[in-house]
């Protein structure tokens, strides 16, 4: 997207406030709908996910096999994935936590389309919430393509809603000046926003292409 479709809107400190008064910034329509598809697609992800998991462990607790609808072949299989140790990294499966992020996610978006505005530091944590987020996502792109050999579809919507909200989360905060950064670097976020996360998406394509080349091939 370009600035076009997603310049955000900042609200400056009046002569009205406080000197130590704490600057505070809200979003364009565009930038928080772009929140709000990002945290439903994420939310999409973990619930269903969850549901699965739920069903694979009621299958194994009677003796019976469940084999999830988005395991389609030995390279797309989202069971070899929910059945990994790294699928509960925290000690409960990773997709609760989801729920619960990208929930936040969507209630931001939706506090931002009802004119919201918000501190710096409220833009601070909400982008380090981001970072981990994506951080995590790397991680487990990691582990799945090469610890667990099989990929999930619906962590792979995960993985790219994620990518996406944090670049422009990033991108709104360097903009805004939340961000310390050099000019070129809020000028080329005003501009080229969309460069980041569809360079990070086709790093990612590109790996796991040729992670299974042969199999994509044959």
């Not at 694979?56 to 390279?75: I, R, Y």
């Not at 050999?149 to 670049?167: E, P, Q, R, Y």
Request: aromatic letters at 16%; a positive charge; charged letters at 10%.
């Amino acid at each position: 997207m370009s600035k076009t479709t997603v310049k955000d809107v900042s609200a400056e400190p009046g002569p009205e406030r406080a000197a130590d008064a704490p600057r505070a910034a809200g979003g364009s329509r565009a930038f928080a709908v772009l929140l709000v598809i990002t945290g439903a697609a994420g939310l999409l992800a973990a619930w269903v996910i969850t549901i699965d998991k739920f069903k694979l462990l009621e299958a194994k607790a009677v003796g019976k096999t469940f084999t999830p609808g988005c395991s389609m072949n030995p390279v797309v299989s989202c069971g070899s994935v929910m059945e990994s140790k790294q699928a509960a990294a925290f000690g409960f499966p990773n997709p609760m936590l989801g729920l619960v992020a990208y929930g936040i996610v969507v209630c931001v978006g939706m506090s931002l389309l009802a004119r919201a505005r918000f501190p710096r530091w409220y833009w601070l944590t909400f982008n380090a919430g981001t970072l981990f987020g994506v951080s995590f996502c790397a991680w487990l792109m990691f582990q799945s393509l090469y610890r667990i050999n099989a990929l999930c579809l619906w962590c792979s919507l995960a993985w790219v809603a994620t990518i996406i909200m944090f670049w422009y989360v990033t991108s709104f905060n360097v903009r805004n000046g939340f961000l310390p950064s050099p000019r070129w670097m809020k000028s080329f976020f005003g501009e080229f926003t969309w460069v980041m996360p569809v360079l990070h998406i086709g790093i990612i394509g590109m790996l796991i292409l040729t992670r299974w080349w042969d199999f994509w091939t044959s």
